[in-house]
């Protein structure tokens, strides 16, 4: 019974989302509800102690970096560089490859250490500016920054920054380039397949005459000026953006140590404040390079931007307030969930799959899918379960590297279910609904799920690592 509990809040929250409905109401009502019929008495107490701490420490850590990178994606968009980098890729790759070109965009911001939350602020206005000059329906943007930002460069990738290739390091004592082969070749397979799909997708609504679309919401302001900047130029702030979140993540641990303290300035005796920078490094340095990114905006095109930030600003305000309460209210549920004993009967029954790699692929991926998170889903399955982990790979042999990769990997595949909170920040940012776009993301997300399988076989057949 309590395992049905959370599977109907579960499916209450997915059939809200995808009817357009707002999560910040629903993920409370759905989280509640399955509390209620658990345990009536634990209502308040789970949404004041955990429903709310999880979401306000959410927003404590991360309402700046949404905020930076609205800004940061609008100021790109007022300045005319999104019109001037896509003119420069549509005349020299061809309208043909516009999918592509989002891609690899994407790709390399997020592979570079930005934010996944960041790069669809950042990258928006340039892919609707290149799907509109391409013919391309709007409605696909979506899956293809998800491609680019979601899938391979997010945990297949050797040596990717992100949260979810480095969350399994202390609990198999690996580092970032865990079995470096076989995450190449899932990233391989995912680009590969995701990219064929999107294009035959784009293919089939070219040749309907469907075009990029009308009455569409959240679309980027047209450049007034007819002068656009040199495509060079226009690259700079994007390229600023990936060197500094390198330089000041590796400079800021050694600039303030492993904590720092101050006592503020109030009358009367303070504790002193302390932080633990290894939980805030990252974030300070996206933070720092966005702000860095902005700057370098307005020293390249002050005229332009400066004559619509105060309207500008507005809206990205808007959007950032938005998709950072959307997806908080989303961790705020999984930590609900997490915390029922219904959630317990479902790990414990994973642990039934017999091979070691399948065993932890599903697990991980499954409560990645029920928290909807990657990161949170990996955290809860390692946290319960890496020992176990570990121990069946070392009694079958299997070097603890693969057992890295294929937990990071299996974390970005099902996590991205209709309550997920980058997906539902996506269509956010994007102006889309579920209706109109979640099926082509579900199509990559089947994909980068299958891409977990492949790596396993491979493993099997050839030994890599």
């Known amino acids: ?31 509640l509800g399955a509390v209620l019929l658990t345990d009536p008495s634990l209502v308040a107490p789970m949404f004041t102690g955990l ?9 404590k850590l991360y309402f700046p970096v949404f905020l930076l990178g609205a800004v940061f994606g609008k100021v790109i968009e007022l300045s005319g560089f999104s019109k001037s980098i896509v003119a420069a890729v549509v005349r020299i790759a061809g309208p043909q490859h516009a999918i592509l ?8 911001l997020t592979y570079g250490g930005v934010s996944l939350f960041v790069v669809v602020f950042a990258v928006y206005p340039f892919a609707a500016e290149l799907f509109r000059e391409s013919g391309l329906p709007k409605r696909l943007i979506p899956a293809t920054v998800a491609l680019g930002a979601f899938t391979f460069t997010m945990d297949a990738l050797p040596g990717t ?3 979810q290739n480095i969350i399994p390091i202390p609990f198999f004592k690996t580092n970032a380039y865990a079995a470096p082969w076989l995450g190449s070749i ?9 990219v064929l799909y999107l294009r035959w997708r784009g293919g089939l609504a070219i040749a309907a005459g469907e075009g990029y679309g009308a009455d569409l919401k959240q679309e980027p302001e047209p450049f007034a000026h007819d002068r656009l900047a040199n495509p060079w130029v226009a690259l700079l702030p994007l390229v600023l953006v990936g060197i500094l979140n390198k330089v000041f993540t590796i400079y800021i641990p050694r600039l303030y140590g492993e904590t720092h303290s101050f006592v503020p300035a109030v009358i009367g005796k303070a504790a002193p404040v302390t932080q633990e920078i290894a939980k805030v490094a990252a974030i300070w340095a996206v933070e720092g390079a966005l702000f860095g990114g902005i700057l370098m905006v307005l020293a390249c095109a002050w005229k332009p931007v400066t004559a619509r930030f105060a309207e500008g600003s507005k809206a990205a305000i808007s959007g950032a307030l938005l998709a950072s309460m959307n997806t908080a209210s989303e961790y705020g549920f999984g930590a609900v969930i997490a915390g029922l004993p219904g959630f317990l009967v479902v790990a414990n029954a994973l642990k039934s799959v017999p091979h070691p790699l399948v065993n932890e692929a599903i697990t991980v991926t499954s409560l990645a899918g029920i928290t909807g998170s990657a990161s949170g889903g990996l955290g809860i399955a390692l946290a319960a379960m890496g020992d176990t982990f570990a121990q069946n790979a070392h009694a079958a042999g299997i070097p603890l590297e693969v057992v890295h990769r294929i937990a990071a990997m299996a974390s970005g595949g099902m996590d991205t279910l209709p309550h997920n909170g980058a997906v539902i920040t996506l269509l956010t940012v994007t ?13 990559i997300t089947c994909l980068k799920t299958l891409a977990v399988l492949v790596v396993i076989v491979t493993y099997h057949l050839t030994g890599l690592a």
């Open 431 to 443: 102006g889309l609904t579920h209706r109109q776009a979640y099926g082509d993301i579900f199509v």
């Open 101 to 108: 070109a989002i891609v690899a965009v994407c790709a390399l």
């Open 51 to 59: 429903f709310m701490d999880k979401m306000v420490g959410f927003l």
């Open 1 to 31: 019974m309590s395992c049905l509990v959370i599977l109907a809040a579960l499916a209450l929250l997915m059939y809200a989302a995808y009817r357009g409905h707002s999560v910040i109401l629903f993920a409370p009502v759905a989280a």
């Open 161 to 163: 920054p992100q949260i």
């Open 186 to 194: 899932g990233a391989v397979f995912i680009l590969i397949t995701g």
